[in-house]
T-cell receptor
């Protein structure tokens, strides 16, 4: 069974500062993928970044980077230089390998960027 | 390229009625996923269709059902609506489910279902 844990229900960050959103996971799959999504108040889910379990380097996409520590089973999202538009819910998700594997989402972290 | 589309945007039903929600995936995507997001909660996986077949199902009662059509669009049906079914229902699509490829899901804007 897959499990995603996001222990921070809400966080505040000052504009232009960096912020780390925590995500830990549990799976017995040898190969898996980790995702982060952003959900603004409008409701749509926006894909941010992906990390494969066998990727040698941590994923980066613009201001987003994923701090992947496989031994600790953590996949924290780092947002650098926070902007007011970053205020949203952020969800960590995981998908196992092979067929019939659904994506499991965490409960999310609400990030509020303060001017 | 058009994204995932869902209809209707909002749906208001009374308890006991049936609701039908629709989703059109991105062109070329064969997998469609349905999620329920109740107020203040994360996404709960509902159903996953690929190539017209149900591949996996979340922990929801049988009154939540759906299907995938030959053009890969999908329908979610909720029978005997209950007040707690009020939620945002999100549809997502991806290239496919087979093999070791792990790819991201692209989400639609959602259908907000309100049960009164």
């Amino acid at each position: 069974a897959q499990k995603i844990t996001q222990t921070q229900p809400g966080m505040f960050v000052q504009e232009k500062e960096a912020v780390t959103l925590d995500c830990t996971y549990d799976t017995s799959d040898p190969s898996y993928g980790l995702f982060w999504y952003k959900q603004p108040s409008s409701g749509e889910m926006i894909f941010l970044i992906y990390q494969g379990s066998y990727d040698q380097q941590n994923a980066t996409e613009g201001r987003y980077s994923l701090n992947f520590q496989k031994a600790r089973k953590s996949a924290n999202l780092v947002i650098s230089a926070s902007q007011l538009g970053d205020s949203a819910m952020y969800f960590c998700a995981m998908r196992g390998s092979g067929g019939y594997q659904k994506v499991t989402f965490g409960t999310g972290t609400k990030l509020q960027v303060i001017p | 390229e058009a994204g995932v589309t869902q209809s209707p945007t909002h749906l208001i039903k009374t308890r006991g009625q049936q609701a039908t929600l629709r989703c059109s995936p991105i062109s070329g995507h064969t997998s469609v996923y349905w999620y329920q997001q109740a107020l203040g909660l994360g996404l709960q996986f509902l159903l996953w269709y690929d190539e017209g077949e149900e591949r996996n199902r979340g922990n929801f009662p049988p009154r939540f059902s759906g299907r995938q059509f030959p053009n890969y669009s999908s329908e979610l049906n909720v029978n005997a609506l209950e007040l707690e079914d009020s939620a945002l229902y999100l549809c997502a699509s991806s290239w496919g489910a087979w093999g070791a490829r792990i790819d991201e899901q692209y989400f639609g804007p959602g259908t907000r279902l309100t049960v009164t």
